[in-house]
């Protein structure tokens, strides 16, 4: 099959090309475990359900894959993509309506290939994806320098806490290194016992960073409470806000992105620099 048509096919006819504003956001955090794949995979879902087309891409190979958590087995990644061994259309899975995965390897190799190769081709491949609206980026744990560069190449960068001690002094120590290439970081509380819990652990760490940091500027976008049923879906291999639509947990997700879509409205004007697709790849690789 020829590739436009094969690309056509995955992702629908109705927008491709649509747009070269995609929007990257990067998910991260401290502590490992916290829940980035969980909340990357559901807060994609339901950015889809809303109308937008959604990439998320995997950056951390590790355990509990993306792919695995959405029940998928890529046999080929970006970085395929990268030595021009296929193209997008090879590597692209449709998970659901203006859902897909794109699979990833973990954030070094990635950005290691990157190193001292002609990539043109491949900047040129990647704006086939700009049909998509958003992108998802699932990074690693920790402050190492890919994940960091990772951070730096996109749009909004969005850390995951949960209220435990050792999980806040790590996130504490993200926000340090952080603060002074991008002012603004996002914050989602997850596996909170109430709002109230989750709402003082954002303040405390907010309060420390502001004595510490005097340009740092943090958002609590929201929370997602412990539940069982997130925990379940994660071992079931399902998204929990598509088959529990009406959850708490849902509500939660969605109380989240109608914060981030609030914040990036009004963030849209002020990004001089080189946006969507191809702007970001290049900031990724070429470390700006
Ligand atoms: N809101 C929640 N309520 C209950 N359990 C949760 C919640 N969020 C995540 N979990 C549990 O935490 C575990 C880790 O989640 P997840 O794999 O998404 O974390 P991660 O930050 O991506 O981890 P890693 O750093 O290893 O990539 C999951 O197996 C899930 O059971
Ligand atoms: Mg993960």
Known sequence: ?????????????????????????????????????????????????????????????GLANLD?????????????????????????????????????????????????????????????????????IDTGAGIGESVQTFLKAADEAIVVTTPDPAAITDAYAMIKVLCDSRQRLLFILNQT?????????????????????????????????RDSEVAKSVRGRYLFSKEFASSRSTANLNEILDAMLQLMERGVLETPEESGIGGFFKRLLTKF
């Open 193 to 225: 016992q109430s709002d109230r819990e989750g709402r003082q652990v954002f303040e405390k760490i907010r309060k420390v960073a502001e004595k510490n940091l005097p340009n740092v500027n943090l958002r609590l976008l929201g929370q997602l409470s």
């Open 68 to 136: 695995v958590m959405l029940g998928v087995k890529p046999q080929k990644t970006i970085l395929n993509l990268m030595k021009g061994e296929c193209g997008v259309e090879d590597i692209l899975i449709k998970i659901d309506e203006r859902f897909y995965l794109v699979p990833g390897e973990s954030g070094g190799d990635i950005l290691k290939f990157g190193e001292g190769y002609a990539l043109e081709r491949f900047f040129e491949e990647v704006k086939k994806l700009d049909f998509l609206d958003f992108i998802i």
């Open 1 to 61: 099959m020829n590739q436009a048509r094969k690309l056509a096919e995955i992702v629908g006819s109705q927008n491709a090309g649509k747009n070269a504003k995609t929007r990257f956001l990067t998910i991260t955090s401290g502590k490992g475990g916290v829940g980035k794949t969980t909340i990357s995979a559901n807060l994609g879902y339901l950015l889809a359900k809303r109308g937008f087309s959604v990439g998320i891409l995997d950056a951390d190979i």
